[in-house]
């Protein structure tokens, strides 16, 4: 069984300031990760993946997310936001077995960013 | 622009009707997924279908069925409609069934049962 839990259902931050969207997962088996933006009255968008290279990953936009396997944490973070960042955040895990693919979204983090 | 494409944009119907979601992959890509997001269950995975297989099964209900065409397009049909399938309809696309390959959503399509 796998699992996602993104612990913050809102994070509000200043433009300019630092962003840390945190994710932590729970999978039987080696699992990728990802994280997905999603905009308003828009389909979602890769940011980044994690499928077992490099343990920190960058992205677009300037995001990146750290794997960490002792902590089970994917957590996103962009050292300066950006208006434009503001949108749903998703962390999903997946696993491959058997030729099928499962994956499993966490419930979306809302980044509001003021000026 | 994902390149994936979905239609129609909006479907109002009523309860107990059957519905037809559309869905066209990016060109070059095999594997199609059906997601559905609402507000109660977030964002559940649906099908997959790879190069007109169907390869993984999500949370997907029985009244719920899909196929992916010889041209790969995709349709998801919807029957027997409650109230609480109430939702965003996302279809994405991938070039192969790998769990790890990138995925490119469409617009997605919602929907309002009535």
């Known amino acids: 069984a796998q699992s996602v839990t993104q612990l913050d259902s809102h994070v509000s931050v200043s433009e300019g300031t630092p962003v840390l969207l945190r994710c932590n997962y729970s999978?039987?088996?080696?699992?990728?990760l990802f994280w997905y933006v999603q905009h308003p009255n828009k389909g979602l968008q890769l940011l980044l993946k994690?499928?077992?290279?490099?343990?920190l990953v960058k992205g677009i936009n300037g995001f990146e997310a750290e794997f960490k396997k002792s902590e089970t944490s994917f957590h996103l973070t962009k050292p300066s936001a950006h208006m434009s960042d503001a949108a749903e955040y998703f962390c999903v895990v997946s696993r491959t077995s058997g030729g099928s693919y499962i994956p499993t979204f966490g419930r979306g983090t809302s980044l509001i960013v003021h000026p | 622009d994902s390149g994936v494409t979905q239609t129609p944009k909006h479907l109002i119907t009523a309860t107990g009707q059957r519905v037809t979601l559309r869905c066209s992959p990016r060109s070059g890509d095999l594997s199609v997924y059906w997601y559905q997001q609402s507000l109660d269950q977030g964002l559940q995975f649906l099908i997959q279908?790879?190069?007109?297989?169907?390869?993984a099964k999500g949370n997907i209900l029985e009244r719920f069925s899909a196929q992916q065409f010889p041209d790969l397009h995709s349709e998801l049909n919807l029957s027997s409609l409650e109230l609480g399938d109430s939702a965003l309809y996302f279809c994405?696309?991938?070039?192969?069934?790998?769990?790890?390959?990138?995925?490119?959503f469409g617009p997605g399509t919602r929907l309002l049962v009535l």
């Open positions: 994690y499928t077992s290279a490099a343990t």
């Open positions: 994405a696309s991938s070039v192969s069934w790998e769990g790890r390959e990138t995925q490119y």
């Open positions: 999978s039987s088996y080696s699992p990728s």
């Open positions: 279908y790879y190069n007109g297989e169907e390869r």
